[in-house]
């Protein structure tokens, strides 16, 4: 932390909204299994689904999708496992700015991810920092602590 000006781990599985989408699912398939009569084989299948997707849920609490650090006047996002890192220059960015990421409930994880002149990476959160390049190019970067980004960003680019 004393080397970078931010430096932030977003994971998986740790978004609120997935998270208890996945315990709805496996909570219904548990008293679905409990409140069946004759318990053969289907029966059973609804138990071995409900424990993979407890199990599945917490592989993905610890599963890294992408890191962000500020330092040496850029900023760098690397990804899960065959991803390239991301540098974004500091010096090419003419507007930085806070604001939410969607206006949407539930967003899915994203990672480099070009849409209409935007690139978008995004784990959870509501919040995001986006950055303008001389080129009209905005760069929208989701985090948990958006605050501590945009000034790490200022305090970078004034650097």
């Avoid at 029966?43 to 424990?51: P, Q, T």
């Avoid at 962000?68 to 690397?78: Q, S, W, Y």
């Avoid at 991301?86 to 994880?109: G, H, M, R, T």
């Avoid at 190019?137 to 650097?159: D, F, H, P, S």
Wanted: aromatic share 14%.
């Amino acid at each position: 932390m004393t080397e970078h000006p931010f430096f932030e781990k977003q994971y998986l599985g740790r978004d609120f909204n997935f998270i208890s989408i996945r315990l709805v699912l496996a909570t219904f398939c548990f008293m679905a299994y409990y409140f069946t009569d004759n318990r053969d084989t289907n029966a059973d299948l609804l138990l071995v689904v409900g424990s993979a997707i407890l199990v599945i849920s917490i592989f993905m609490l610890f599963m890294l999708h992408y890191q962000t650090t500020v330092k040496n006047k850029a900023i760098l996002l690397n990804g899960l496992w065959t991803t390239r890192l991301v540098k974004i220059d500091l010096n090419s960015i003419i507007l930085v700015e806070k604001a939410p990421y969607s206006n949407y409930i539930l967003n899915n994880p994203v990672y480099n991810l070009h849409r209409n002149g935007t690139i978008r990476f995004y784990a959870g959160g509501k919040d995001a920092v986006k950055l303008t390049d001389r080129d009209g190019l905005i760069y929208v970067i989701g985090t948990q602590r958006a605050t501590e980004l945009y000034n790490a960003v200022k305090l970078e680019m004034k650097a």
